[in-house]
């Protein structure tokens, strides 16, 4: 337990940068069309947002593959072995932990801090989890984390089962660092979660996996799902390993009966009570309400939540996006009210709060420090290069529009490929859209609304146009795939630069509406001033007036 405990207090910087995402899937016959669906919001605080494309490559007989170190900032990686756009001039090369055997082909994909998507529609969503050991790299000894394990799954493997199968041998042969993670792997048959961290003696891995039954929506939010395994379950595999090293780590009695996974390698709760459950509940109490879950659970090893259900209507891209936009709105813990929120409802909670006040704010599925998001689409009806799509947010939900990026395309537009946050540039998305969130806490109820129109036009028309886009697609990749290819590319391009011209004739819009603190359209200097209930909790009231003791102290 003291051991545990010494994890817990390493890892706490962590969570205070906020390695804390979510991720969403949302299986075949639970889609309103039949896609499958995963999702991630990259809620880092810290990170390099870029959405890069690396190139499919061929390869002589008997060559290495790097595997590189993760890099939370800008650049994530420097070098000309993933392609062009990650040769930074002014960098130094990122120096590889150590080397695998090289393919003789590589797919292509497109990768953000982790691989997103390759050429054969396999995409995969990501959440940081709590576990009982936080491993360090160790160059030629452990050399894998979870993103790296995320690239070479990108560039080998087509389907979601081969691509866990294919991760977890690298992960006990090479070696595991980092703490408890997760990856939400889809096709367009499948989709799968795999589960992983440290062996206790840091030199291997311990992973496990489950399929998604089809016709129902799965979520995680930094705490392990996946509960007891079953080795006879062609939907359930583990590495082969976890049951010789739990056991001797006293962590597993085979005697209890099947192996519990994350009761066995997690700590539970991450970072405090509720900061994962509550999320977990939220979402599925927004897609099967009838179920009448609870927010409230006894303690964070709690299986009162299901794995996964089946939604009460089935979903869409639109209706996956608005889950990650959530802030608890109408229920007990509206980040929205009370006097936290301010004056205006603001639902942001910033961290590095006080360390002589201890406590904690409700963590919503949206939140400010996210450096992007997206909703991937994948669909077997369709040839792969228009089949896959990730519906890509270059900044938190709340304050992003969506923008379909083909897994076809061939060049990323720069206001996605280029950019970091160590500078300010109109021309990258993610500043435009942070800029909007930013602007929109000077005056949240007013302002958001607004937002959500936008929003719900500027993606509305894109998912209008989505169905006469991909059938042209389609009939020319029938004729000619590289036509296809080019079409697709020219589309992206096409709806990114309009996307980002009506973001900032929006966002100048905002400001010069909400200019300090009036309503300037459709009267300039127009005030609001504050809501009555806030003013009598701030103590506006015992401010001095004309009349009776005016200017005596109160």
């Known amino acids: 337990m003291r051991k545990i405990l010494l994890v817990l207090i390493a890892v706490a910087a962590i969570v205070t940068i906020g390695w804390a995402c979510t991720t969403i899937i949302v299986t075949k016959g639970a889609s309103v069309d039949g896609s499958v669906m995963t999702s991630h919001s990259a809620d880092c605080g810290a990170c390099d947002f870029r959405y890069v494309y690396i190139p499919a490559a061929d390869y002589e007989a008997g060559a290495q593959r790097a595997v590189y170190p993760f890099i939370e900032g800008y650049p994530r990686y420097v070098g000309k072995d993933m392609g062009p756009t990650y040769d930074t001039p002014g960098y130094p090369a990122t120096e590889p932990l150590g080397y695998i055997d090289q393919v003789e082909h590589t797919y292509g994909y497109f990768d953000a801090v982790y691989g997103v998507i390759n050429e054969h529609q396999l995409a995969i969503g990501e959440c940081t989890c709590s576990a009982k050991v936080y491993a360090q790299a160790k160059p030629g000894e452990c050399i894998f984390d979870v993103a790296a394990l995320s690239r070479v799954a990108m560039e080998r493997c087509t389907t979601a089962r081969e691509a866990i199968e294919l991760m977890g041998a690298l992960a006990v042969e090479y070696g595991y660092y980092g703490w408890g993670e997760t990856l939400t792997v889809t096709d367009p048959q499948e989709a799968w979660v795999f589960e992983i961290c440290a062996t206790p003696d840091q030199k291997s891995a311990l992973w496990a996996a489950k399929k998604v039954p089809d016709g129902e929506v799965f979520v995680e939010a930094n705490i392990f799902r996946i509960r007891e395994l079953d080795p006879n379950s062609k939907d359930n595999m583990f590495s082969p390993n976890l049951i010789e090293v739990a056991t001797a780590a006293g962590w597993y009695d085979p005697s209890t009966g099947p192996i519990d996974w994350m009761a066995t390698v997690s700590t539970g709760e991450y970072s405090y009570p509720y900061y994962s459950l509550r999320r977990i509940w939220r979402v599925l109490d927004r897609v099967a309400p009838s179920l009448e879950l609870s927010p409230w659970v006894e303690d964070g090893f709690s299986k009162d939540y299901p794995f996964s259900v089946v939604p009460e209507k089935k979903l869409s891209v639109a209706d996956v996006i608005d889950l990650f936009r959530d802030h608890y709105q109408g229920t007990e813990f509206d980040l929205t009210q009370g006097l936290a929120a301010g004056p205006f409802g603001n639902p942001n909670r910033y961290s590095g709060s006080s360390r002589l006040i201890k406590g904690s704010w409700e963590r919503a599925l949206s939140i400010f420090r996210c450096e992007y998001v997206f909703v991937s689409q994948v669909r077997d009806w369709l040839p792969d290069p228009v089949g896959g799509v990730i519906w890509w947010g270059a900044a938190a939900p709340h304050e992003v529009v969506l923008v379909p990026l ?74 000619d795939p590289e036509l296809c290819k080019e079409f697709l590319t020219d589309y992206v391009a096409d709806v990114t630069d309009r996307v980002m011209a009506e973001t900032w004739e929006f966002n100048e819009y905002l400001i010069t509406k909400y200019r300090d603190g009036y309503i300037n359209i459709p009267n300039v200097g127009a005030s609001a001033g504050y809501p009555d209930a806030w003013l009598k909790e701030v103590g506006y009231a015992d401010g001095h007036i004309f009349g009776d003791d005016g200017y005596k102290a109160k």
């Open 406 to 479: 083909y897994c076809g395309i061939t060049d990323v537009p720069d206001a996605f490929d280029t950019g970091s946050l160590e500078k300010f540039d109109r021309d990258v998305a993610s500043w435009a859209f942070n800029f909007m969130g930013n602007w929109a806490e000077l005056k949240w109820s007013y302002m958001y609304p607004e937002i959500q129109a936008f929003q719900k036009k500027t993606e509305g028309k894109l998912f209008a146009m989505q169905p006469a886009i991909e059938a042209a697609a389609a009939q020319l990749y029938a004729v």
